[in-house]
């Protein structure tokens, strides 16, 4: 398998509008790795899409991704779903009679139940469906699919709306968690990795310095999982390889800030790497 960091943003990326602070300066003038776009991976193999950020499409176009037969989503929330509108790009425009293409779509169950309730993204889909345009599959929890010579198993986490994805293909084992580890003790049945990818959390106190960046008690650290816990869910995942992803541009850590923060992990032992936009992994 191989993994493509589409877009290794959170819910605010880099540049952010208006913004004059040293990264975003930087981001605007150098584009990717020092920018981020919304939250994506795609994994080669299988040809699996996990979420679909509003820049999708800006970002299938720079990966030079075309048709994308298969698609998942780990939440409802709006940075992981709002670019929903690609799929409109399975619809032939040109030919008559047309020839159209679909997609599989597969959401576990809470995604399911969520997207009836939340931002229109059911009502959306059925639109889709009913133009022939993609394929809905509802998963129960503990149910999992198989794309080509890939077993995916969706993995409710503690934030009980939110998945990550065990992928599983001829004893490789990669676990992807775009979002919301907050509260998460990783069962035994996903640890001993080949690769996990994590969301960073949110750094608590300077990754460097250990000054406090974030307020005590500011609401943020009750809700979103720490960099410090991410870090103890990743030594319990027992991974031979972590990509930390879904990078906030409050952070204020620039594309260099974490290629450093990254070789200081390494020196200490922790095979922690960062994401960054167009990133490519084997697994």
């Not at 409050?250 to 032992?269: C, E, I, V």
Request: aromatic share 10%.
């Amino acid at each position: 398998m191989k993994i493509e960091f589409l877009g290794s943003g959170g819910a605010i990326t880099t540049p952010q509008p208006g913004c004059r602070c040293r990264v975003c300066v930087e981001a605007r003038q150098r584009g990717a790795p020092y920018s981020r776009t919304g939250p994506s991976v795609f994994v080669h193999g299988p040809d699996l899409l996990i979420d679909t950020p509003e820049e999708i499409k800006f970002q299938l176009n720079r990966a030079g991704l075309g048709f994308i037969p298969a698609c998942t989503y780990s939440h409802w929330h709006p940075d992981h779903v709002m670019g929903r509108r690609v799929w409109e790009m399975n619809k032939d425009w040109r030919g008559w009679p047309p020839r159209d293409r679909q997609s599989d779509i597969y959401l576990p169950q809470q995604v399911a139940a969520d997207f009836r309730e939340r931002l229109g993204s059911w009502e959306n889909f059925e639109f889709l469906a009913a133009q022939n345009l993609v394929r809905m599959h509802v998963l129960q929890d503990g149910e999992a699919f198989t794309l080509g010579k890939t077993r995916i198993l969706p993995v409710r986490l503690a934030a009980d709306y939110v998945y990550a994805f065990l992928l599983e293909e001829e004893g490789k084992r990669v676990l992807i968690a775009p979002d919301e580890l907050v509260g998460w003790d990783p069962p035994q049945t996903v640890r001993g990795l080949d690769l996990a990818v994590l969301p960073m959390g949110v750094p608590e106190f300077d990754p460097f310095t250990g000054a406090r960046m974030v307020p005590a008690e500011h609401p943020v650290l009750q809700v979103e999982a720490t960099w410090a816990g991410t870090l103890e869910i990743a030594r319990k995942l027992q991974a031979k390889r972590v990509i930390m992803t879904h990078i906030e541009e409050p952070f204020g850590l620039s594309h260099d800030d974490l290629q450093r923060l990254g070789a200081k992990l390494q020196a200490d032992g922790f095979n922690i790497d960062f994401a960054f936009d167009t990133l490519q992994v084997e697994a």
